[in-house]
């Protein structure tokens, strides 16, 4: 089992920025893959960003790239969403997931283990 919490939620004002972490205890080992995705109220739960854990590979959204940036701090099991020129649109609860299975998946069904989540909110 894997266990994951994030941290790093708030508000903030439009052009703002906000960084997330995400700890990971338990059988870390077997992680192949973190993710982050986000859900805001009545939609899909959607991809934000993920990592290749050994290979350190990234992937976006395309409504986020050149704005966030998610990285990785293997001695801290953690995993980092560095949120900048944040838009309202970005509002959501931000969630972070881990997968054992090779290769970054862009669904959540890719993914096995889910945090709680951390709401985000961006005022205009």
């Known amino acids: 089992q894997v266990q994951l919490v994030e941290s790093g939620g708030g508000l903030v004002q439009a052009g703002g920025s906000l960084r997330l972490s995400c700890a990971a205890s338990?059988?870390?080992?077997?992680?192949?893959?973190m993710a982050w995705f986000r859900q805001a109220p009545g939609k899909e739960r959607e991809f934000v960003a993920g990592?290749?854990?050994?290979?350190?590979?990234?992937s976006y959204r395309d409504s986020v790239k050149g704005r966030f940036t998610i990285s990785k701090d293997n001695a801290k099991n953690t995993v980092y969403l560095q949120m900048n020129s944040l838009k309202p649109e970005d509002t959501a609860i931000y969630y972070c997931?881990?997968?054992?299975?090779?290769?970054?998946?862009?669904?959540?069904?890719?993914?096995?283990?889910w945090g709680r989540g951390t709401q985000v909110t961006v005022s205009s």
């Open positions: 338990g059988r870390t080992f077997s992680n192949a893959a």
């Open positions: 997931a881990a997968s054992t299975s090779s290769g970054l998946g862009l669904i959540p069904a890719a993914y096995t283990y």
């Open positions: 990592i290749d854990w050994r290979r350190g590979s990234t």
